[in-house]
Every structure is written in C-alpha cells, then in structure tokens.
T-cell receptor
Framework: SAVISQKPSRDICQRGTSLTIQCQVDSQVTMMFWYRQQPGQSLTLIATANQGSEATYESGFVIDKFPISRPNLTFSTLTVSNMSPEDSSIYLC?????????????FGSGTRLTVV | RKEVEQDPGPFNVPEGATVAFNCTYSNSASQSFFWYRQDCRKEPKLLMSVYSSGNEDGRFTAQLNRASQYISLLIRDSKLSDSATYLCVVNTGNTPLVFGKGTRLSVIA
C-alpha cells in the first residue's frame, strides 16, 4: 500500500492568512483526494486532485478558497485561503489502495489547523 | 436522509465482551463497503472491506445486506486496544468514499 507523507502536522494561523498543506506519496497514483474533518464530525470530501487537469470540487467547496495543485503523480498541495476560525479543522489527503473500489483508501496523517 | 448513518455511541463495554455496530446507506448503487478505524487525533485506517458473502478477520466480522442497505461490524473478545471510533464507509463507484460519522467504542478493564 502507498505511504503518504503529509505536512505540516499542525499549525496555528491568523485569520485572513493562507496555509498550504503538502502530501507526498511514495508511488505514482492517478487520483488524490482532499478531505476535511471538523471537530466531532466525519470526513467530508473537499476535492479530487487530478494530475494534468483542474481539481474537481464537491458542493460547498470552491477553487478560490481551496486551490489545489497536482504537478505530478506523487505530489499534491491544498491551500486554505483567507482563513477564518470556521476553517479550523483537520485536513487529510488520501489515495486509493490497489483497486480503490475494492481496497479503500489510505490517508496521510492529517494537518490539524487552528485559526485564531 | 444522510448518505451513511451510524449510531454515534459511545459504546462502553468490558474487556472480553462482544459488540456490534450497525450502519445504513442510502444509495442503492453503492458498490464497495469498508470499515475504518480512527484513533483519537489520528487519521482513519482501513480495518476491513465488507463483502456480500460476509467476511471475517480474526475477532472482527463484517456483514453486508444489500437488500436492506445495511452493514455491520462485530467485534468478539474486545480488547482495551479496540477503543477507537469505527467509521462505516461506502463507495458508489462514481465518487470517492463517503464516510459515516463514526461509532465510538470504549473498552473498559
């Protein structure tokens, strides 16, 4: 299974600033996914990061707020822009394991973001 | 109706007990099903896939009822180390995984 290195592991940021989260995978993967997990909640998909094309965003998430880069098949970044306290959450990247339909996904260790 | 629903718990059980978690999903086109485990302040990790015929992995048994759109996870002989949140996860095939809110389990000595 793939191993994902995600950083930073945590950060405390001022409102109005931006934070870029990075995920590096130890193998080439077609799709990477970015999730958010707010306190006491389940994981919500933000977007699918596609290599060579724009990310596909889920309802309620927009590119201006969460720009995503996917320069190659092993790396992706998610930026949380113009942050407000409501953005305080855990952000996780994930990739498919084997055949994703049957083997689920593996996750990075997460970025715990606090906006003050 | 939420796509994936779980009893949030918490389930507080003594060591050695058997505990069962249930999950329902709303999309009848769902194709793949999983149970994930998430420890406090950690990322979710795949516990097991759920197959139509049911499957077992040591003390853990997962079952799927497509007609009722229902998934279950049974943990036998609970250990203290089983304490975690268990997430029911569904894949419709066209979109990435959809997560339930999780069921919190505390195994007590």
């Amino acid at each position: 299974s793939a191993v994902i290195s995600q950083k930073p592991s945590r950060d405390i940021c001022q409102r109005g600033t931006s934070l870029t989260i990075q995920c590096q995978v130890d193998s080439q993967v077609t799709m990477m996914f970015w999730y958010r997990q707010q306190p006491g909640q389940s994981l919500t998909l933000i977007a699918t990061a596609n290599q060579g094309s724009e990310a596909t965003y889920e309802s309620g998430f927009v590119i201006d707020k969460f720009p995503i880069s996917r320069p190659n098949l092993t790396f992706s970044t998610l930026t949380v822009s113009n942050m407000s306290p409501e953005d305080s959450s855990i952000y996780l990247c994930s990739v498919g394991l084997g055949t994703a339909d049957n083997y689920g996904y593996t996750f990075g260790s997460g970025t715990r973001l606090t906006v003050v | 109706r939420k796509e994936v629903e779980q009893d949030p718990g918490p389930f507080n059980v003594p060591e050695g007990a058997t505990v069962a978690f249930n999950c329902t999903y709303s999309n009848s086109a769902s194709q793949s099903f999983f149970w994930y485990r998430q420890d406090c302040r950690k990322e979710p990790k795949l516990l097991m896939s759920v197959y139509s015929s049911g499957n077992e992995d040591g003390r853990f048994t997962a079952q799927l009822n497509r007609a009722s759109q229902y998934i279950s996870l049974l943990i036998r002989d609970s250990k203290l180390s089983d304490s975690a949140t268990y997430l029911c996860v569904v894949n419709t095939g066209n979109t990435p995984l959809v997560f339930g809110k999780g069921t919190r389990l505390s195994v007590i000595a």
